[in-house]
């Protein structure tokens, strides 16, 4: 399954195009390459819009590969994504694993795998794809501490240091892992002090802290490296979080449930609405059985305490960052990039349920089994086809439940981060060519653009220029989201998927043309 996904993540990863932070976000690793290169007098990494206040791991890594390999800057994001993406497979498999045997295992990777929220992601998202893969590390890390309690191992000791660091090394969110870490220590301390005394329990309490102290050191050891802000003064991490606490941008309004909504008034039915639209169905009932089941596992005291540990451990680790953020009601918008970390923690206790149930068929013999294996390789069929059809916008899938796309379009935000700009891009030049046009004078084609310019400055080339002014424009390049409006112009391009534009391009020389916008853009 592994080599599967990686073959076809090296056969499609030029295909992905830019979002609105990716210019931005290459601008930061390569500042960042030049703190260290320069020994710390270029320090203007430290100051960088508002980025310095984010791990830039990712950033950094895919600026040095780009120094390596033969593609440009922004195809090698892309493939530096998808190999950190498929890292969050590894970790997502061996969670599953952990929890409940190989086959468990083997269910939660290809939940994963198939699921197209986490896959589209892992190609151009350089915050939070990158802060979900590390997650599921942090969280494989603390599964075997739990499970080798209370002397965990030093491979243990230094995969939970390497999670840590990476986490808070990208997000200060990272902190989210302290209460469902102690809900689990929590409950192997009472059941051990119901068991051995209160005494002993706290004895084993301090040993496991005492033995996991190096992952600390080591994790912020990592962060430091990865995001040198933070330790610039201890108190940097604080007020991170105290800024990201506080919506820190003039709201703009989103497309929810068929309605235009300011970003800070979303209604609070906002994240399990859409991951119930997104996720694909078999995930969203494995996942859900899950989790119920783990938690009502965690009560049995026939099972070890390690094991019921873990089983909170990865239930709460998959909703109690949603439920936090229902009762917090922070700004939601982009739809749900920003909790695709719990994505792998669902897969993994989806795999958990999934190999129950197989497990229970088995007892009904090989036909029970059989039928199970066929209902399983139904439910994947639908969200694979899905991929398929909407590549390289996998990202924007809602499942066969809700209607798909075709329902979505109307109702919520698709391609929100424009990534239909390089494709658009490419099939103007293509366009232009044909019809044996070029710009008068000898210079550049003007392109009016709305959605993201840095974007479609790539996408478009050397051989375009962007503008804002539409009186001296000669095409506009537009995403098919609501704040874009229809224009009566001949149309030259559209990027279009299961019926719906993406993006549309238009030749506006000589017309009068209205303001793009039906309203200030995110």
């Known amino acids: ?83 950190v993406g498929i890292v969050g497979l590894i970790a997502t498999w061996r969670i599953g694993r952990h929890l409940g045997g190989p086959i468990a295992g083997l269910i939660a990777l290809v939940l994963l795998a198939t699921c197209p929220l986490y896959y589209g992601h892992m190609f151009m998202n350089a915050k939070d794809a990158p802060f979900a893969a590390a997650m599921a590390v942090l969280l494989l890390g603390m599964v075997r501490a739990f499970e080798e309690y209370p002397r965990p191992g030093a491979r243990t000791v230094a995969l939970t240091g390497i999670g840590l660091g990476l986490v808070f090394g990208s997000r200060i969110l990272a902190g989210i892992i302290a209460p ?15 068991s051995a005394g209160l005494r002993q329990s706290a004895a084993r309490v301090g040993e496991f ?39 820190f941008e003039k709201p703009w309004r989103e497309l929810y449930a068929g309605k235009i909504i300011s970003v800070t008034a979303m209604p609070a039915d906002y994240l399990p609405r ?81 190999a129950w149930l197989f497990e229970r068929a088995h007892a009904f013999g090989k036909v029970a089994t059989a039928t199970l294996a066929t209902i399983f390789i139904g439910g994947l069929a639908l969200p694979v086809s899905d991929m398929v059809r909407l590549h390289p916008y996998q990202y924007t899938a809602f499942n066969w439940a809700s209607g798909g796309v075709q329902m979505a379009h109307k109702n919520y935000m698709l391609d929100y981060w424009g990534l239909a700009f390089k ?72 990027i279009n998927r299961e019926g719906i534009d993406y993006a549309r391009v238009y030749d506006i020389r000589g017309r009068p043309v209205p303001n793009l916008l039906t309203e200030p853009p995110p």
Not at 33 to 39: M, V
Request: proline fraction near 6%.
């Open 274 to 354: 859409l991951f119930a639209l997104k996720l694909p169905e078999i995930m969203l009932v494995l996942g859900l059985a899950g989790v119920a089941g783990a938690l009502f596992a965690a009560t049995r005291r026939q099972l070890l305490l390690s094991r019921r540990a873990n089983f909170v451990l990865v239930a709460l680790a998959a909703i109690l960052p949603i439920l936090v953020a229902i009762l917090a009601h922070p700004a939601f918008y982009n739809g749900l990039r920003h909790f695709v970390f719990v994505v792998p923690p669902f897969a993994a206790i989806g795999g958990l349920a999934g």
């Open 423 to 494: 494709q658009a891009g490419t099939a103007l030049r293509a366009k232009l060519d044909q019809m044996h046009l070029k710009p008068p004078g000898g210079g550049r084609w003007t392109v009016e653009i709305c959605g993201p310019q840095r974007p479609a400055e790539v996408a478009l080339g050397p051989e375009f220029e962007t503008t804002w002014d539409r009186k001296r424009a000669d095409f506009a390049m537009m995403l098919g989201t609501f704040y874009c409006r229809d224009l009566s112009a001949p149309v030259l391009v559209e």
């Open 180 to 194: 469902y870490t102690f809900a689990a220590l929590l409950l192997i301390a009472a059941g051990e002090a119901r």
């Open 1 to 83: 399954m592994l080599a599967i996904v990686a073959v076809v993540a090296l056969m499609t990863f030029r295909d992905y195009g830019l979002g609105w932070d990716d210019y931005t976000h290459s601008q930061y690793g390569e500042l960042l390459l030049k703190l260290y290169g320069s020994g710390f007098a270029d320090q203007r990494a430290l100051s960088f819009v508002n980025l310095y206040k984010y791990g830039g791991g990712f950033d950094m890594a895919a600026a040095l590969v780009a120094k390596i390999l033969p593609f440009d800057l922004f195809e090698t994001r892309r493939l530096v994504g998808a190999c």
């Open 209 to 247: 802290i005492w033995r996991i102290l190096p992952a600390l050191a080591l994790g912020y050891l990592i962060m430091g490296l990865l995001w040198p802000w933070s330790i610039l003064s201890p108190l940097n991490p604080v007020r991170a979080a105290e800024y990201f606490d506080k919506f």
